[in-house]
């Protein structure tokens, strides 16, 4: 949870929770047996830093490299905002390691 900086990433606004269940939901999710591994960047207003979301990214990195060495795996990004180097830079990294990454395109529209 990079915004409490506790290990429970508590989805207390809701829309990371729905698009987990729309991609992996037991029932009807499209990858039903998929592994989720909540990491919370946003507050319960959807409101969020881009040093947070870049400090998460990285420990994805982390994780799935040592957790699951060689195997794939997908972030997705359910979240918005302008153009930053630093978040594309962070993004290529997470590619680089062998992750696929979805991000939401017009949430804000």
Do not use: K, Q
């Amino acid at each position: 949870d990079f915004v409490s900086n506790d290990g429970d990433p508590d989805d207390c606004h809701g829309h990371g929770t729905h698009c987990a269940g729309t991609a992996v939901g037991t029932t009807y999710g499209v990858a039903r047996g998929a592994m989720v591994h909540g990491v919370r960047v946003l507050n319960c207003n959807g409101m969020g830093s881009w040093s947070n979301i870049i400090a998460a990214m990285d420990w994805i990195i982390g994780h799935h490299t040592s957790s699951y060495p060689g195997a794939g795996g997908v972030v997705s990004m359910s979240l918005g905002g302008g153009f930053y180097s630093a978040i594309n830079n962070a993004v290529n990294a997470v590619a680089s390691a062998g992750l696929a990454i979805t991000v939401a395109a017009g949430n804000s529209n």
